[in-house]
């Protein structure tokens, strides 16, 4: 499977961006899928998954009520609405595929998209 994250850019803090993933592969619909961010000089660290069906979903506390992870298995895309972002949120923001099923560990994930980076200004 093969990954390639968009969508990222710089918004104000309180705002919204959408970031899509766009995976090959006609495997994709069984896998699940997560999103992961790293900001400067911190750990990778989870932010939300999703199983292979759309059905159950995960959040970090972190961005639990202001983010939602969405799939379309017939599109072989998994999105990331981000709302009312805040400063903190600031980070390149990974998508990635699991075999098995949704998970907050990032080493459960064995395939990775090149990262997109999110800028909220304070």
């Known amino acids: 499977v093969q990954l390639q994250a968009s969508g990222g850019g710089l918004v104000q803090a309180g705002g919204s961006l959408r970031l899509s993933c766009a995976a090959s592969?006609?495997?994709?619909?069984?896998?699940?899928m997560g999103w992961f961010r790293q900001a400067p000089g911190k750990e990778r660290e989870f932010v939300a998954a999703?199983?292979?069906?759309?059905?159950?979903?995960y959040y970090a506390d972190s961005v639990k009520g202001r983010f939602t992870i969405s799939r379309d298995n017939a599109k072989n895309t998994v999105d990331l609405q981000m709302n009312s972002l805040k400063p903190e949120d600031t980070a390149v923001y990974y998508c990635a595929a699991a075999a098995g099923r949704p998970t907050s560990l990032d080493y459960e994930y064995a395939y990775w998209g090149q990262g997109t980076l999110v800028t909220v200004s304070s």
């Open positions: 592969g006609r495997t994709f619909s069984t896998y699940a």
């Open positions: 999703i199983n292979w069906s759309g059905g159950s979903t």
